[in-house]
Nanobody, 123 residues
């Protein structure tokens, strides 16, 4: 059992920045990828970014490339999502997730999920 807790969400102005963090506790996976997803009411959960267990590989959805950066600190069992140049369309509940093995972009491929943190970008 792995517990994931997101933090750092909030209300920001368009063009602003926000840093989300996800802390993992409980069972520790020696090699696990981490991902960030987001979801708005009435829409499917959307892949945002992912990072390999070593941090050597990352993946981003096209709409956030150049604006978002995913990183991890395995010593602290945390993964972060630095979001810059935020747009109103970035408004969503952001979830972190983990899976054993390689990075993946499909939500069903992840084993554990956090409760989510709300990000609201005011226009």
């Amino acid at each position: 059992q792995v517990q994931l807790v997101e933090s750092g969400g909030g209300l920001v102005q368009a063009g602003g920045s926000l840093r989300l963090s996800c802390a993992a506790s409980g069972r520790t996976f020696s090699r696990y990828a981490m991902g960030w997803f987001r979801q708005t009411p009435g829409k499917e959960r959307e892949f945002v970014a992912a990072i390999s267990w070593s941090g050597g590989a990352t993946s981003y959805t096209a709409s956030v490339k150049g604006r978002f950066t995913i990183s991890r600190d395995n010593a602290k069992n945390t993964v972060s999502l630095q979001m810059s140049s935020l747009k109103p369309e970035d408004t969503a509940v952001y979830y972190c997730a983990t899976r054993e093995g390689n990075i993946a972009a499909m939500s069903y491929e992840y084993h554990y999920w956090g409760q989510g943190t709300q990000v609201t970008v005011a226009s």
